[in-house]
């Protein structure tokens, strides 16, 4: 049950190390006896692995080294291969479908408590809880996480997972119907632009996924109709609701346009033309993790910068490549018609936020192999 506990603690990241990580390193003994994997895996890791590590020499050789980075990938990387390699293991061991369902509801559960501990931070006007702020930037939601552009995004997954229960089961459709509404509460309470848009597409290709299916076409329908509803009726019901002595409307549209910070953030994302045009070698192999901020002068904001400036046109090549394997895979994954959207949905999310070191995004890509 270690993958449903890393699960459930990857909702508390708001120290370092996070719980997570600790139980990580004190389950990794267990985790290596029996150890099996299969070659697809290997390649997957190595398609990551060896990019970081030369990336990593060549921007030694330019004068460019983050001890701290370094570590950090080196530990998402081996952290996605032992997970991916477990889950194709114990597959065959535990029925899938009681994974998949319990790693799920942990999820859930931990997706919960941070939007519980919000709504205490609303009601009593608390921004601390636990020695950690919860709610940040006027009234956005950040819970036990660093970025309320963090939580969002995981929070995406479980609101889809019950939409999609929603949509293909008939026992508890409306509770599972409520539990999308309430994690996409969540979503929407980070007022992150890019949390919204994933969940948006998300929602759009699951829909899209099922609708070839005729006792799901029916849902669909009823559920535009009600999210419609739901939708005119809050914006009209936020015009009169204030939080923390701030306009929930006027907030909510006032995030809807370009912010002050969105030009510096632009400006971010294109440094990796900078970065690659620094030398022969930046171009080909970058100059090694951690290191576009030393260009940029603050974060990426993209996935996809990041990795063209700190691993070159080498890693962009074996970027792609990983990616088309992990595609490939979904595709033939007893999950795929949840999997997908979900994963279409937090790779738009990585144009304007880097989603990199995200955990939740590695476990993903890991259950695919379940």
């Not at 030694?60 to 530990?75: A, E, M, T």
């Not at 997970?83 to 790693?103: P, Q």
């Not at 007022?191 to 899209?208: C, D, K, P």
């Amino acid at each position: 049950m270690f993958v449903v506990l890393y699960t459930f603690l990857s909702g508390f990241v708001f120290i370092e190390p996070s719980p997570a990580e600790i139980v990580f390193v004190l389950f990794a003994p267990v985790l290596l006896i029996g150890f099996s994997t299969t070659w697809r895996i290997v390649l997957l890791f190595f398609l990551l692995f060896i990019p970081m590590i030369v990336s990593t020499y060549f921007g030694l050789i330019q004068g460019f080294f983050n001890p701290r980075f370094f570590i950090i990938d080196i530990y998402l990387f081996l952290f996605f291969f032992v997970l991916t390699s477990l889950g194709n293991r114990v597959k065959n061991i535990i029925d899938k479908d009681y994974l998949f369902n319990s790693l799920m509801k942990a999820w859930a559960f931990a997706g919960t408590i941070n939007i519980l501990a919000g709504l205490f931070g609303y009601a009593t006007g608390r921004t601390f809880l636990l020695g950690t702020e919860i709610i940040r930037f006027g009234v956005r939601l950040k819970g036990f996480f660093k970025d309320p552009n963090v939580l969002g995004p995981f929070l995406v997954p479980v609101a889809i997972y019950y939409l999609f229960l929603f949509f293909s089961k008939q026992r508890r459709s409306i509770w599972n119907l409520i539990l999308f509404i309430f994690f996409s509460g969540g979503v929407f309470l980070t007022f992150s632009r890019a949390a919204w848009l994933n969940l948006f597409i998300s929602t759009v290709a699951l829909m899209f996924m099922l609708i070839p299916y005729r006792k799901a076409r029916r849902k669909i329908a009823i559920f535009i109709i009600i999210i419609g509803v739901f939708l005119v009726t809050f914006l009209e019901i936020s015009k009169n609701i204030n939080v923390l002595d701030i306009n929930l409307y006027d907030f909510f549209t006032g995030r809807l346009g370009l912010q002050s910070y969105d030009i510096e953030r632009f400006s971010a994302q294109k440094e990796f033309m900078d970065v690659m045009n620094h030398s022969v070698y930046s171009l080909v192999f970058g100059i090694g993790p951690g290191n576009y901020e030393r260009f940029a002068k603050m974060a990426a904001h993209s996935l996809f910068a990041r990795y063209i400036g700190e691993r070159g046109i080498f890693g962009l090549i074996t970027f792609v490549l990983f990616i088309g394997i992990v595609v490939y895979e979904a595709r033939k994954s007893h999950y795929k018609k949840i999997l997908i959207p979900i994963l279409l949905g937090q790779f738009v999310n990585s144009l304007f936020i880097d989603s990199l070191h995200w955990r939740h995004l590695w476990m993903l890509v890991a259950v695919i192999f379940i």
